[in-house]
């Protein structure tokens, strides 16, 4: 019996089905219920019972998963006890960041904080999926926005401006908005949640939502930005995305006397690893250097 297969059991029993399951772990349905049905033939009990839709699981099972938690929240309390004995970061570092941030932001300070604590290994996951940061066995999790409630400790590490764009094309042949009610007629490229309730600015010193609608909706940002730049409408994304392209002319602001409140950039991570030296040692290492900005 390994570790990983208790984890892979405690999410299965949790998700409810192997496919769930496969997805919160970044592994393949099939894996997962190999490694289940050989977690049972070591025990010689059967802790699932399988159907067509979704699992149940046994009074064994129960008592097994319950077990295996207690077991799993031992380890990390007992790794977390030994790394917060240590005077420097050393060991496994496990991260989960959104996509485009990690590729812009992340890359050049992941080499640099390595550098500068060589006994430091990190495995780092970019995906915009929001990860189960206990489940999955994360170290830390950087997550841009609105928090959902959770027993995670967050700090938070800076504030992203969002810039509202479009190409010179589009420019070219509309009528740019005066003001944020403005975009109701226009073509407007929504990224991830923003834009489900409307877009956020402030307007005579107050927080409004404005209504918005288009033909493009995705929780990739640099999907959105290629969309902006092809002239499909306008977009409102967050400074880092949109950059490069506002710098070389492919997109230009518009309601430059509007302000969208800015994004908060968070690391979150389990209460069981706050004392870490590393993870503290990461965190203070991000605050620093994101305080030097994160536009360009």
Not at 12 to 33: D, G, H, I, M, P
Not at 207 to 235: K, Y
Request: charged share 25%; hydrophobic share 45%; net charge positive.
């Amino acid at each position: 019996m390994q570790l990983d297969d208790l984890r892979i059991f405690v999410a299965t029993v949790e998700a409810r089905n192997f496919t769930a399951a496969a997805n919160r772990l970044q592994l393949s349905k099939q894996f997962v219920s190999r490694r289940v049905m050989a977690l049972e033939a070591s025990l010689g009990v059967r802790l699932l019972v399988r159907n067509t839709r979704k699992l149940a699981v046994t009074d064994l099972g129960n008592d097994f998963y319950e077990r295996a938690k207690r077991i799993l929240a031992d380890v990390a309390d007992a790794e977390q006890a030994m790394s917060s004995r240590r005077a420097d970061p050393r060991g496994l570092l496990r991260l989960s960041a959104p996509m485009s941030f990690g590729t812009v932001h992340l890359s050049p300070l992941i080499a640099d904080f390595m550098r500068a604590n060589p006994d430091v290994r990190v495995d780092m996951d970019l995906s915009d999926r929001v990860v189960d940061v206990v489940g999955e066995g994360f170290d830390m999790a950087l997550r841009i926005g609105t928090l959902a409630d959770s027993t995670l400790i967050a700090q938070k590490l800076a504030e992203i401006r969002m810039v509202a764009c479009c190409s010179p094309g589009y420019a070219a042949g509309h009528r740019l908005p005066a003001a944020p009610a403005d975009l109701a007629r226009h073509s407007c490229l929504l990224y991830g949640q923003e834009g489900r309730t409307g877009w956020e600015f402030v307007v005579d010193g107050s927080r409004q939502t404005f209504e918005v609608h288009g033909p493009l909706r995705a929780n990739n940002g640099e999907m959105i930005r290629d969309a902006a730049m092809a002239g499909l409408g306008i977009a409102l994304l967050p400074e880092f995305i949109v950059a490069a392209s506002l710098g070389s002319g492919k997109l230009i602001e518009v309601l430059d006397g509007f302000v969208a409140p800015p994004l908060a950039l968070y690391a979150v991570y389990p209460q069981h690893r706050e004392g870490a030296v590393t993870i503290r040692a990461f965190t203070q290492f991000l605050r620093q250097r994101f305080a030097r900005g994160l536009g360009l």
